[in-house]
């Protein structure tokens, strides 16, 4: 039997697999697990590390956040057939072959093109994993509502398809205001239990 609204709402969400500074590592090795599926990979644009709030019954909860990755490719690159196209019919086949859930797959009419959007649900650590292709093309990678972490605990990981560590176009500055480290970077491959003491 269904529950009722109260029941509902009164319910817990599910444990996060992550604190915000654990969520890092694991959803940037999602990114390089995606260009390294991908042939003749053209490289990214830009990173951007971002977040969003979190709510629980409807009220905002400061000690929640929802991590968020953004690779961009270039314009010129974004309207090519090889990654609006083809990009999207091998990751539907590779996420699916991984085990995770597609929970969109979205062709829309534009104006002057063809928009297509692509989301995938990993059911071990409930991160979503979108590719989408509109203007621009991006990959972005959400964590979930995760406990917050202080700023101190949060330890770069290097960006992947082409960016510059560290450069203009790798846009992490304000999680690290005293200069992007450069000798103790967390290695996205790592499995958690080894990464999981230095963060």
């Not at 082409?162 to 491959?189: C, E, K, L, M, T």
Request: with cysteine.
């Amino acid at each position: 039997m269904s529950p009722t609204l109260e029941e509902a709402m009164s319910e817990q969400p599910p444990t996060p697999a992550y604190t915000q500074a654990e969520a890092y590592a694991p959803m940037e090795a999602a990114v390089a697990d995606i260009v390294a599926v991908l042939p003749d990979f053209p490289g990214f644009e830009r990173r951007v590390w971002g977040k969003t709030p979190c709510s629980h019954d409807g009220v905002q909860d400061p000690d929640y956040t929802n991590v968020e990755i953004e690779y961009r490719f270039t314009k010129e690159q974004s309207q090519t057939p090889l990654v609006r196209e083809r990009y999207v019919d091998i990751l539907r086949e590779h996420w699916t072959a991984l085990g995770y859930r597609i929970i969109a797959d979205r062709t829309l009419e534009a104006r002057d093109r063809i928009d297509r959007e692509l989301i995938a649900f990993r059911p071990d650590d409930r991160v979503k994993l979108w590719y989408s292709a509109a203007f621009y093309t991006v990959v972005r990678i959400r964590s979930g509502c995760v406990p917050v972490s202080d700023l101190g605990e949060i330890e770069y990981v290097p960006p992947s398809g082409g960016i510059v560590p560290g450069g203009r176009n790798d846009r992490v500055q304000r999680y690290f205001p005293d200069g992007i480290p450069s000798g103790d970077a967390v290695n996205p491959f790592d499995s958690p239990d080894s990464y999981e003491d230095s963060l």
